[in-house]
C-alpha cells in the first residue's frame, strides 16, 4: 500500500506563491503516475496538475496553467506542486493522488477516478 502526506499548504495573499509537497512511502514510487486535485467548500474535487513516472508527460488544469508547475523527485519519493500568482479562486484544500498504471492517457490523468491511493490534504488560502 501507498501512503501519501501533503504538506506545505497555508495562507498566502493574492499574487504570492506557495510549494506544496506530497511524500510517499509503501510502494515503487518511481513506477507511479502522481496527481493534485483540489477541492474547494461546496464543490466538487477538481483535476489540478498530473505528471508521468518519469517526469516527461505533465498535465494542466486550464485554471492553473502557466501559474502552476508539478514536478517529482523520484530519488526523494516526492512530487512538488508550485503555485506562484496564486488567486482566491485558488482557495481550496489540495489532495496528492498516486496510481501503478504504467501510463494514462490526458484524459485518465485528469480524473479522479484513475487513482487508487490519495492523501489527506493540505489547505491552502489566498486572500484577496
Known amino acids: 500500500q501507498v501512503q501519501l502526506e501533503e504538506s506545505g499548504g497555508g495562507l498566502v495573499q493574492a499574487g504570492g506563491s506557495l510549494r506544496l509537497s506530497c511524500a510517499a512511502s509503501?510502494?515503487?514510487?518511481?513506477?507511479?503516475?502522481m496527481g493534485w486535485f483540489r477541492q474547494a467548500p461546496g464543490k466538487e474535487r477538481e483535476f489540478v496538475a498530473a505528471i508521468s513516472w518519469r517526469g516527461g508527460d505533465t498535465w494542466y488544469a486550464d485554471s492553473v496553467k502557466g501559474r502552476f508547475i508539478i514536478s517529482r523527485d523520484n530519488a526523494e519519493n516526492t512530487v512538488y506542486l508550485q503555485m506562484n500568482s496564486l488567486k482566491p479562486e485558488d482557495t481550496a484544500v489540495y489532495y496528492c493522488?498516486?496510481?501503478?498504471?504504467?501510463?494514462?492517457?490526458?484524459?485518465?490523468?485528469?480524473?479522479?477516478?484513475?487513482?487508487?491511493?490519495w492523501g489527506q490534504g493540505t489547505q491552502v488560502t489566498v486572500s484577496s
Open positions: 509503501g510502494g515503487n514510487f518511481s513506477r507511479y503516475m
Open positions: 493522488a498516486a496510481d501503478s498504471a504504467w501510463k494514462f492517457t490526458p484524459v485518465q490523468a485528469m480524473s479522479t477516478h484513475s487513482y487508487n491511493y
